[in-house]
């Protein structure tokens, strides 16, 4: 006899997903999460988030020897600026810019390989997905793949500075449309609609945007238990090694197991396959679920391109903490050209490119940490804010093998194991589609006539933190960790919702294919009860 009917491992996006649909069809199902419950409205913390002296770490209480990790790769991995242990996971400070992968993602037409699901398969858990976030968007763009019904919500208005930049891309031959956000443009499922504090990734502190801790929070409503600060060591299989019969995990000074007929990881992209590789026993001595050898490989993360300067004219940036306004023109088709923009010949990845409503300083953040005060300090910001402007954008990584996650036995975390190494680096094809989207956005910018000042391309990108491809899902079990139901190859009773499981990542935000991957992941669980 178990202790639970499901025992879901991390309590972010992926596992709140899971733990709700299970919990609603009647399932006993407890949470094991690493981290704490954050408070629901913390202003505190949006205070500090907005500080430069606080980075995101230590806003998230992330860092010491409980989130300790090596980057021994030729490119630096700073891991844990990209994540959040504890209720809610990487929402509790994401952006929430969220799409439909397209069509020839799936196809692995724009980075190898093929999905073994097409883009029909996930539409309806995309859909179902949308509506737990509560997105906010229109159907505007051109380049995306079709729906079968509109956004939950309308989409936000574009901003002042769209409206600048609208003109110019007309100018250029590039198509504007709307960004979906998962964040409340009218009230919905008992979150306020969007006040505008503008401090919206690292903390929204009106509960507009959408964060995991609101669904698990609905789902303790219905029954759901959910243990914080209880790390899983390992996991344990049964004589026979063919199922995972107990999680061992670590709370209040002590070493728990916890029995469950079935279990799902959903603890990321990187904690996941570190997870599975320190679950060794004589049935698994690579790992559990690592009979193909591929747990922790072909790690692979979106690349950020940007430019920017200032503007003869009020461009009135930091009103609004979010994008609303992007271009998907050169997604599947990089290297097409316009009228005034060189097409390009050659071997490239997705892109997106974004309209930035937060470039430059803001006045808050000038105001909380400079000296001066009264007059001086309203000379300061007259002098430094209102004229800037910038675009960004995200280049898909293509995954390769070298790309892995693995553990560093030469370093523990506080508990004794070993620490995740993420051995990364940024390939050739990568770059060169980083310095293609900064070619097209420099012909925006000057045709704005904008003074560029900065620039963020192929020799000093960095990662937007979406850590995919760790544990890929796959019809061949010498190809892959998990089946197209997300449960594992090796191991009947255990799924993973994760990005981990995406075998290539496009070039979009993440987070919705994680949570119509985690709604189509309950829905096999509950199928095998």
């Not at 980075?55 to 300790?68: I, L």
């Not at 400070?93 to 037409?109: I, K, N, P, S, T």
Request: glycine fraction near 10%.
């Amino acid at each position: 006899m178990t202790e639970t009917d499901v025992c879901v491992i991390g309590a972010g996006p992926a596992g709140a997903l899971v733990a709700d649909q299970l919990i609603e069809a009647g399932y006993e199902v407890t949470v094991l999460e690493a981290g704490p419950r954050f408070e629901e409205r913390d202003h505190e913390r949006m205070e500090r988030s907005i500080r430069p002296a606080h980075a995101d770490p230590e806003v998230w209480e992330m860092g010491g020897p409980r989130d300790a990790f090596s980057a021994s790769g030729p490119d630096f991995y700073p891991l844990n600026v990209a994540r959040v242990k504890g209720v809610g996971g990487s929402t509790n400070h994401w952006q929430g810019m969220v799409y439909r992968l397209h069509e020839a993602d799936f196809a692995g037409e724009n980075n190898a390989p093929a999905w073994p699901l097409e883009y029909t398969d996930l539409q309806p858990y995309y859909r179902r997905a949308e509506a737990v976030f509560g997105v906010a968007g229109a159907a505007d763009n051109p380049f995306a793949p079709p729906r079968e019904s509109p956004h939950p919500l309308p989409a936000f208005p574009p901003s002042y500075s769209d409206s600048l930049f609208a003109e110019a891309c007309k100018q250029v031959g590039v198509a504007t449309h709307s960004a979906p956000n998962a964040r409340n443009s009218e009230p919905y499922d008992d979150r306020s609609a969007c006040v505008g504090y503008g401090t919206c990734k690292p903390v929204c502190p009106s509960g507009a945007k959408y964060s995991a801790d609101h669904t698990v929070r609905q789902a303790e409503a219905k029954g759901l238990t959910v243990h914080t600060e209880a790390p899983v060591q390992r996991l344990e299989t049964d004589a026979n090694g063919g199922r995972v019969a107990r999680a061992v995990y670590a709370h209040e000074g002590e070493e728990r197991t916890l029995t469950a007929d079935r279990f799902v990881l959903a603890a990321g992209g990187v904690e996941t396959p570190r997870l599975l590789l320190l679950s060794t026993d004589d049935s698994h001595p690579d790992g559990l679920a690592n009979s193909s050898g591929l747990v922790g490989r072909y790690f692979h993360e979106h690349l950020f391109a940007g430019m920017g300067g200032t503007l003869g004219e009020p461009t009135r940036q930091n009103h609004i903490g979010f994008i609303t306004t992007e271009s998907h023109q050169f997604y599947d088709d990089p290297g097409v050209g316009t009228d005034a923009i060189p097409s390009r010949n050659g071997e490239f990845a997705p892109f997106k490119l974004e309209f930035l409503n937060y470039a430059g300083p803001s006045p808050v953040e000038m105001a909380m940490t400079g000296d001066a005060w009264g007059d001086d300090l309203l000379r300061q910001l007259q002098d430094a804010y209102g004229s800037h402007v910038a675009m960004g954008g995200l280049v898909g990584q293509p995954p390769l093998a070298r790309n892995r996650i693995s553990l560093d036995e030469s370093r523990t975390d506080d508990h004794g194991n070993p620490v995740p190494d993420i051995i990364w680096e940024i390939d050739e094809r990568t770059k060169r589609t980083l310095a293609r989207a900064n070619e097209v956005q420099r012909a925006v910018l000057e045709a704005m006539g904008v003074d560029i000042e900065w620039t963020v391309g192929p020799d000093n990108t960095g990662p937007a933190y979406h850590h995919m491809g760790t544990t890929r899902v796959s019809r061949d079990p010498a190809a892959g960790v998990v089946r197209p139901d997300c449960r594992t190859h090796d191991v009947e009773n255990l799924w993973i919702a994760s990005s981990s499981v995406f075998p290539n990542g496009g070039a979009l935000n993440p987070t919705l294919t994680i949570g119509a991957l985690a709604l189509l992941c309950a829905e096999s669980v509950a199928g095998s009860l």
